[in-house]
């Protein structure tokens, strides 16, 4: 129920930059992948206020998705998965154009439901090893 009360209050504002940060990508194109103009991103953030609706959507499914780079790493027994970076990791993924997506971005699908589900499921069969 709390994702619920997120989902319909919106997330902080800063979570958006923090994201960005610790996924090494430019707040700016963060902003663009979650879809939110750049001008609103700061003005709430300055604010200290909530992004709401699709932006605010996209936002938690962008963390949803951390959630399953870092579960990834977690349940991976290769040595290397010990310092796995998964934010980074996923921030470089999510800019690389992905085959079964139609040659697009994972990042350029990420503000519709539809598209974090499909990049979710694609996470997904990376992981249990379906595709590479």
Do not use: C, N
Request: proline fraction near 4%; hydrophobic fraction near 50%; charge should be neutral.
């Amino acid at each position: 129920m709390a994702i619920v009360r997120t989902e319909r209050a919106g997330v902080h504002a800063q979570l958006l930059k923090d994201l960005a940060r610790d996924m090494a990508i430019p707040a700016s194109r963060m902003f663009a992948i979650l879809g939110i103009p750049k001008a609103t991103a700061e003005k709430k953030i300055a604010a200290g206020e909530l992004i709401a609706g699709q932006g605010g959507q996209a936002a938690i499914g962008l963390v949803r998705l951390l959630g399953q780079a870092e579960a990834m790493a977690v349940e991976s027994t290769a040595d290397a998965a010990a310092d796995f970076a998964a934010a980074k990791w996923l921030g470089q993924w999510i800019e690389t154009v992905q085959p079964t997506l139609g040659g697009r971005k994972p990042a350029d699908l990420l503000d519709t439901p539809t598209g974090l589900d499909m990049v979710s499921r694609l996470l997904g069969a990376i992981q249990s090893g379906a595709y590479q």
